[in-house]
């Protein structure tokens, strides 16, 4: 029997100069019985040949690539292949997903993936597979990383130490997926980062792909201490409440921290509120970062336009701040009410989604019509910010200010601003003033 494992395409520039490889797949061919042939796909580097021989075709969706997930699962039952399908999207709209997928599985695929495979063998598959919401840690096996293309990422080994998040940020997905939080025991991770094989350079930096990696302070405390020995680099994301412990921070740089990314989301305390996200001070970021910078952290972080207490002045007010504070790199988007998120919920009972084209919900989209602009003038800011925060003149400054990480942060800002131009092109169909947007 012959199972391949799909990740759809999922590229911009920061993803193609910090690539990092996905554990999703390769984790769950851990799960697979030897007898099995695996092999893993990657769309963001890699061509999808529809007519090779494989009975079992399972692939992993978020929201905005259910379009595409439907097309490529249309065309593999064309040829008699049968289609399985996880993720986000799935686990927020499973009666959707079951339309195009021969079974659907909600949430974590850990202990429900052998038994969807026995079904398969067996001429039994269900239509859907509900994960368990809480996986033995015990359970969970070191993931086969030698089937994925060495040469296709910046940082080929990944790990998950925890999953889930304790917060419920009103936009966020996390929880379709991973409804608690949960960590493994400290010794299991250590050994596993300490078994990373690859390159030199691969095998000395690693990523985190938790959701928030220090949700448990005293749990982070001793990883980091048993980490620091391995003389490893790794880059992960947490919640920006984590500067508020000085120690902490000091033995994650201590362990090899490069690089935090930080859902920071806005610097207007009534847009965090409004979304359930008080955790964050903007009081504490000037002060958080700091401290971060001055151990040798970059900063990324993750920034949301579009929220109801949003006027057209926060794509200015926003780069000032950004700027000024020396942050690394920016991911900004415009705000995504998810299907199946509270916010979306609202947004829908308001008569304010207006789309509900999926491939739409990638974040460079308003789907929705705000509250104090335009959904074109969130649009065209959002461009505005992203051409002004790349500009020569700001990645100097923010590398003059930050001064930690350089070789990765760097290759990022540059990439982002070789692409910068096509941002403005989209405002420039419409007619837009672009130096105007904000």
């Known amino acids: 029997m012959k199972v391949l494992f799909l990740y759809l395409f999922k590229q911009n520039a920061q993803s193609r ?37 494989v009975d079992l075709v399972a692939v992993t969706i978020i929201v905005p690539q259910a379009p595409r997930a439907h097309e490529v699962a249309r065309e593999f039952r064309r040829r008699g ?68 293309h060495p040469k296709g990422y910046s940082i080929l080994n990944t790990i998950q130490a925890t999953r889930g998040c304790p917060f419920s940020c009103t936009f966020c997905t996390s929880y379709a997926v991973y409804p608690g939080f949960s960590a493994l025991p400290v010794e299991r991770v250590v050994r596993e980062i300490d078994q990373l094989e690859g390159g030199v350079l691969q095998r000395k930096i690693f990523a985190f792909l938790d959701n928030n990696l220090m949700a448990d302070p005293l749990w982070s405390k001793r990883l980091f201490r048993e980490m620091t020995p391995l003389r490893k680099f790794w880059i992960t994301q947490a919640t920006f409440s984590i500067t508020k412990d000085q120690e902490l921070v000091k033995l994650a740089a201590k362990s090899g921290c490069k690089l935090i990314f930080f859902g920071l989301e806005s610097f207007n305390t009534l847009s965090l509120r409004s979304v359930n996200k008080s955790h964050n001070t903007v009081e504490r970021y000037r002060d958080g970062i700091k401290l971060l910078h001055d151990c040798g952290i970059s900063v990324s972080a993750g920034i949301i336009f579009g929220f109801d207490d949003d006027h057209k002045d926060i794509f200015s007010l926003t780069l000032e701040h950004c700027i000024e504070l020396g942050i690394d790199i920016i991911g900004a988007n415009i705000l995504v009410p998810y299907p199946g998120t509270a916010i979306f919920e609202q947004l ?33 800011g959002r461009n ?42 989209e405002s420039r169909k419409r007619g837009k003033d672009f130096s105007q947007a904000a």
């Not at 597979?129 to 033995?136: H, M, S």
């Not at 008569?351 to 959904?375: C, E, Q």
């Not at 070789?407 to 990022?412: D, K």
């Open 17 to 53: 100069t910090l690539r990092v490889a996905p554990l999703t797949h390769s984790l769950l061919a851990a799960y697979t019985p030897p007898e099995v042939d695996v092999s893993i796909i990657d769309e963001s580097f890699q061509e999808i040949d529809f007519d090779m021989e």
């Open 81 to 148: 292949k049968t289609m399985v399908c996880g993720g986000s999207y799935p686990s927020l709209l499973p009666d959707e997903a079951a339309q195009h997928f021969d079974a659907v599985v909600i949430g974590q695929g850990d202990q429900v993936w052998p038994q969807l495979l026995n079904d398969f063998r067996r001429g039994d598959l269900k239509q859907f597979y509900r994960g368990n919401p809480e996986v033995p840690p015990e359970t969970v096996p070191f993931a086969r990383r030698e089937l994925l």
């Open 348 to 380: 829908d009972r308001e008569d304010r989604i207006i789309r509900k084209d999926w491939s739409k919900y990638d974040g460079k989209h308003a789907v929705f019509l705000p509250k104090h602009m335009t959904a074109e003038e969130l649009e065209d």
């Open 384 to 425: 505005w910010f992203n051409w002004e925060f790349h500009s020569y003149n700001s990645i100097l400054r923010r590398a003059w200010i930050s001064r930690s990480a350089p070789w990765i942060t760097l290759p990022v800002n540059l990439a982002m601003h070789r692409v910068r131009n096509g941002h403005v092109e």
